[in-house]
C-alpha cells in the first residue's frame, strides 16, 4: 500500500460508481485496548460481502483522510484512511493505520466477492 493520494483514489472510486460492488468495511481499537489491558472499550464493525450501488464516491480531508458513498438512500463513510492501493485484482484496497502501524480501519470495493 502507499500514501493516499486524493486524485489517484477518487479517479479509482469513480470506476466503481453507478454499479453493484462488494464492500469491506472494518473498524477496530478491539485487539489493541484489550492487549494493552487499557480501561477504554473495546470497539468494532464489520460488514464483508455486503452489497452496493453508489452515485458518487468521494474522498477529501488533508490526511488521514475520509471517504464518503453516496447511495440512493444513505450515505457509507470511512475516516482516518491513510493508504491505499488498486491490487492485481482490480480492487480498491484502502486503509487507516495509527502511528504504530496498526489497522484501524479499512474500506475495500470489489466488483467480485471477497474471499472469506
Known amino acids: 500500500m502507499q500514501?493516499?493520494?486524493?486524485?489517484?483514489?477518487q479517479a479509482a472510486l469513480d470506476r466503481f460508481a453507478n454499479q453493484d460492488v462488494f464492500?469491506?468495511?472494518e473498524?477496530?481499537?478491539g485487539?489493541?485496548?484489550a492487549h494493552r489491558q487499557e480501561q477504554t472499550m473495546a470497539v468494532c464493525a464489520f460488514i464483508r460481502n455486503g452489497l452496493v450501488r453508489y452515485q458518487r464516491g468521494t474522498v477529501a480531508g488533508i490526511g488521514p483522510y475520509r471517504?464518503?458513498?453516496k447511495m440512493e438512500q444513505g450515505w457509507i463513510y470511512a475516516e482516518g484512511l491513510t493508504d491505499w492501493e488498486l491490487d492485481e485484482q482490480g480492487r480498491l484496497l484502502?486503509?487507516?493505520?495509527?502511528?504504530?502501524?496498526?489497522?484501524?480501519i479499512a474500506l475495500?470495493?470489489?466488483?467480485?466477492?471477497?474471499?472469506?
Open 3 to 9: 500514501a493516499i493520494e486524493t486524485s489517484a483514489v
Open 23 to 25: 464492500i469491506h468495511l
Open 27 to 29: 473498524t477496530t481499537n
Open 31 to 33: 485487539a489493541y485496548a
Open 67 to 69: 471517504v464518503g458513498l
Open 94 to 104: 484502502m486503509a487507516g493505520h495509527d502511528s504504530d502501524g496498526r489497522l484501524a
Open 108 to 116: 475495500e470495493l470489489s466488483t467480485e466477492p471477497f474471499g472469506v
